[in-house]
């Protein structure tokens, strides 16, 4: 008889697809018409790094900054709670080849603002124009290893186990990068490369689960003799529920913890990660496994070859 199994996944795959495709739908819609609210590294501008003689609170800085004309910059700490990185939009005023003497003045000018509203020995670290030709380069080489990384996806797993779950795991995995990306369109959050990074790692975590999901669904069709592809995955996945919360929730504790402590450097980064595990495990249960039924997985498909003359093998 078939395992019996405690949560019927595949009973609410039809729900799980109407939630899917409204978020997906929402995410392309928000980056088709608000797009990304691109970062320095994107846009360039100036980055102006600054050390205090002892601790300072960033929400502080950014009011002095605002209070004194410089509405569009942004507080990042770096290194330790005294050193911190502001980020100023390009000018477009300035001239090509002015914009590193500019840089330089904008740092000295920022200075002695800071210097004369908050009272405290501040020291000039540096002052330097970001282009954004570096970061465009890396966001179209992110984007290729992206898709590339997609490709190899979908062979290995088309090789590891069968085509279907290969269209599955890469259906998972796209789902997940454009939920991800839409949650920083929907709510303007700023997207620079530590975001980009997180996308990629992202599609690791993912993978991941929806491989252990995709071996054990393989098992129980090899070895469960009674009951239909659909009863068959819900027990595979009733079986690695434990290990996917387990494993998800012990990297959320973590992620959660930096996006509260970090600091702003990495608080994108790891705000990324974390909506990306939260959709990746959804997606390993409902668009992988939906994605094998809605392509009429059969045990037929799974089954391992049998090589020539094996058969003969217990013959007299």
Same mark, same amino acid.
């Given at each position: ?8 996944? /595949?009973?609410?795959? $039809? ?42 609170? *960033? ?42 003497? %500019? ?10 603002? #800071? ?12 002052? &330097? ?16 290893? =992206?898709? +590339?990384?997609?490709?190899?996806? /979908? ?6 186990? %069968?085509? !279907? ?26 997207? &620079? ?6 996308? #990629?790692?992202?599609? @690791? ?10 071996? $054990? ?5 090899? $070895? =469960?003799? +009674?009951?239909?592809?659909?009863? /068959? ?5 009733? %079986? ?14 973590? #992620?959660?913890?930096? #996006? ?6 990495? $608080? ?7 909506? @990306? *595990? ?16 809605? /392509? ?10 049998? !090589? ?9």
């Amino acid at each position: 008889m078939i395992a019996e199994y405690k949560i019927d996944f /595949m009973g609410k795959r $039809r729900i799980a697809a109407i939630f899917s495709g409204v978020l997906v739908v929402i995410s392309l819609g928000s980056l088709l018409f608000n797009s990304l609210q691109f970062g320095l590294d994107f846009t360039s501008g100036t980055s102006v790094r600054l050390t205090y003689a002892e601790a300072i609170v *960033v929400p502080q800085v950014n009011e002095m900054l605002r209070d004194n004309g410089y509405e569009d910059a942004v507080v990042v700490t770096f290194g330790s709670d005294r050193d911190i990185r502001i980020l100023l939009p390009v000018d477009e005023e300035v001239a090509p080849g002015e914009q590193a003497a %500019q840089a330089l003045v904008a740092g000295e000018k920022i200075v002695d603002v #800071l210097r004369e509203a908050s009272g405290m020995e501040i020291q000039l670290l540096g002052s &330097d124009y970001v282009s954004a030709k570096v970061g465009e380069e890396l966001a179209e080489q992110g984007g290729l290893g =992206m898709l +590339v990384a997609l490709g190899i996806i /979908m062979i290995y797993i088309a090789v590891r186990f %069968q085509f !279907k779950f290969s269209v599955g795991a890469v259906a998972a995995l796209a789902h997940d990068v454009i939920i991800t990306l839409g949650v920083f369109s929907v709510f303007r959050l700023e997207f &620079d490369l530590t975001v980009l990074a997180a996308l #990629l790692a992202v599609i @690791g975590y993912s993978l991941n689960d929806t491989i252990v999901v995709s071996d $054990r669904i393989r098992e129980n069709f090899r $070895r =469960m003799r +009674v009951g239909t592809p659909e009863e /068959m995955i819900n027990t595979s996945l009733n %079986q690695t529920l434990s290990r996917t919360l387990i494993t998800s929730l012990t990297t959320l504790l973590v #992620l959660v913890t930096t #996006l509260i402590v970090g600091g702003e450097s990495i $608080r994108g980064f790891a705000l990324a990660l974390t909506i @990306g *595990v939260v959709i990746g495990t959804y997606s390993s249960i409902y668009i992988s496994s939906s994605t094998l039924l809605f /392509m009429k997985v059969t045990r037929e498909d799974l089954m391992a070859p049998v !090589k020539e003359g094996e058969e003969l093998d217990g013959m007299p």
